[in-house]
């Protein structure tokens, strides 16, 4: 067996998976073709970002839940968020959303040179949204609604407000995480497109990061409602 | 989304086909999965399924000897109705460590991840799951996983119970809360890369001509436990999550002292933790179907009702979390619903034991080792699962939640039902893993053993629970002694049951005869390949052109020859470097 399968069998021992393109190709060693190679990477992806949807389903649960109970206090906490620097995050996510489609597209075409560009463009919109957020979070801070500690609130609903704070941070702090190894992911990628491992017969890992980013994205186009938006009528007041 | 199986491929490349005999010297195949490569590093970065499931099988091992440690301990503290063992303090730590390294450290990977990851891509013909690296990197997950829980023991233990209810959990509690949650939670991912492993590997790998219909019941459990398994665990590693948050922060999402409520927690909790008993029993029912079908050498009675049983297990085991807060407080509406859904959750189970039943009916039945577990599975699962209706049942759970009874009824499934599979597994696969047969004799009286000792063990616990000695106390009045005595004694013959066979299937690694490719003549992909399996499990890829479990053909210890299917295909999936 091993003068047969001779490159695989090293490979399989050292743990490098022909990914990169030698003479192999990037057919891995248990597949029988690209086709049913890429179908297994959808189907993975896919089910990987139910398994996202539950996790983030089990907190905006719990959210919901609290928002149910503690409207009043809710709708007073989320007052305090900033909704301009909020929906410049939401325009800078859709904006990447859509380099990262048109990323898939150039890897599709074989535009090596564009799909880097891209690739790095949206890493850049990703990285402008945690600026932001970096600073949302640091204003929150100032004003001592950090929860912890260091929370500091006056009012009747302080304790209800108290309970706001940890999901806002709870919740855009693990969406933030999920950027963060997304554009993690996408410096690795740039490296391998710039390489030249994609192309018309193989994009299927650009494709499947093009998933995962468009979740991310979705998650926050749900955050930011639930968060931002449902305290803009009590701002006014304030 | 297309079906690979239905597409029966021709390909150019044929190996050149050997003869068969030169590949053996006896009958022990000259190179297997075993013997490409030796030392540490081949093992620690392989990617073969079956060398992870030999990991995994090592790691579950140690797991389980260091929970079984504690059992140990609790039930010798339980020998006398005095606390003269240990103090409360530390019997609450040994109890939450032995629940938490038997659930999430042995039971919940121990079918899937050892004899799943091995025997499932052999079973739909493919030469390794869909995922290898991430099937690694799920063992590595779960290994750092287990070492956050193991640096917890050495901070100073847990004392919340396996299932870390809040606001003890998230705020009172002085023990090494967070390092355990944290481990919890980590290993909780390699449960999910296991299952999305599965589920691709059944859709998109399976060989020509192996449809859904053919599957091996084995497989359809564990598709039934691996959407659990996606679906469950993120909730629960929310959960645990926000404890964890709360542990570290002070945040007040579970404290009600700032508002948070502590039973949605529960909710949170039980929302993975009771479909998680079904991850934990599905697999093990995969087992006992192929078992009961080859030890019975008859076709398994009602394929179809077994295959969707397992699904609607998956399904309406979902539904059912809140029958373990009847007496939480949650309203009273929400107690009968989940009650009457408590009761159908029950029916699949039952259309499982009574197919097995029917399959044994006129079979030509048996005792091989596998065989006597799987006896022991079939009664010790239905008194399970029959107590189970008591506490589905609103007035007799008020009376019996948090007894010994509880503790009795999930023993009863988790071990007398789970682990009774698992050992069943062990011992029907084990040739096929090593290429060895162990000690039958010894097998069988272990068999015999931990039938013994786990009815002594856990069935006073159901009349104690019944008198209502309440669970994890360290103490108790002296009119239970009697039952706690016997317990204890039969604990003693359930350790010695386990064990004998750690002794005689590590003997069997050396000295064992050689087992050949089919000992129990069963029928399966996973027996019509050499024993230990070659590498890339076939020499071609299989061509399935018959029913799954058809007993009635002769079945022999050895190789089809080359090319001597029903179909002589062509392998359509030669290597292709
Ligand atoms: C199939 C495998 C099963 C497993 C592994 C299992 C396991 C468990 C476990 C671990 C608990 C205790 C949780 C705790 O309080 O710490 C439990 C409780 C319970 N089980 Fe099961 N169970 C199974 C089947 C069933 C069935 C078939 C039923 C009913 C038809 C059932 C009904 C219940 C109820 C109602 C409780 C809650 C009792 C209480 O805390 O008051 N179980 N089960
Ligand atoms: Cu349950």
Known sequence: MSQQHGPVTAAVMTGTMPDMPDHDGPLQHHFDDMAQQNESSALGMWLFLLTELMFFGGVMTAYAVYRYLFNAAFAEGASHLDVRLGTTNTIILIFSSLTMALAVRAAQMDKRKLLVGLLIATMLFGGAFLVIKGIEYAHK????????????????LANHVHLFFSFYFTMTGIHALHMVLGIGWMAWLVLRSARGDFGVGYYAPIEMTGLYWHFVDIV???LFPLLYLFGAGAAAGH | MSDRAATPK????????RRRRSRYEGDVPREHYLNVAYGLKSWLFTIDHKRIAILYLLSITAFFALGGLMAVFIRLELLTPAGDLMTSEIYNRVFTL?????????LIPSIPAVFGNFFLPMMVGAKDMAFPRLNLASWYIYSLGGVFTLAAIVAGGVDT???????????YSNSAVALTAIGVFINGFSSIFTGLNFIVTIHKMRAPGMTWMRLPLFVWANYAAALIMILGTPVVAMAIFL??????FGVGIFDPALGGDPILYQHLFWFYSHPAVYIMILPSMGVMSEVIACFSRKRIFGYGFIAASSLAIATVGFLVWGHHMFVSGQSIYASMVFSVLTMLVAVPSAVKVFNWLATLWRGSISFETPMLYAFGFLGLFTVGGLTGLYLGTLATDVHLHDTYFIVAHFHYIMVGGAVMGYLAAVHFWWPKMTGRMYSEWWGRLSAGLLFIGFNLTFFPQFLMGYMGMPRRYHFYPEEW??????????ASILGLGYLIPIIYLTYSLRYGPIAGPNPWRATGLEWTTASPPPQHNFEQTPVVTEEPYDYSKPIVNDLPAPGAGAEPKPSPAAPRS
């Open chain 1, 141 to 156: 801070w100032e004003a001592g609604h950090v929860p912890g500690a260091y929370f500091h609130y006056e009012g009747p």
């Open chain 1, 220 to 222: 926050w186009i749900f």
């Open chain 2, 10 to 17: 021709t390909a150019s490349e044929r190996p050149p086909t």
């Open chain 2, 98 to 106: 032995h629940g938490v390294l038997m659930v999430f450290f042995f």
């Open chain 2, 161 to 171: 119970g396996w299932t870390f209810y809040t606001p003890y959990s998230s705020t």
């Open chain 2, 243 to 248: 404890v964890a948050v709360e542990r570290l």
């Open chain 2, 481 to 490: 002694q009697v039952l706690n005595v016997l317990s204890t004694a039969g």
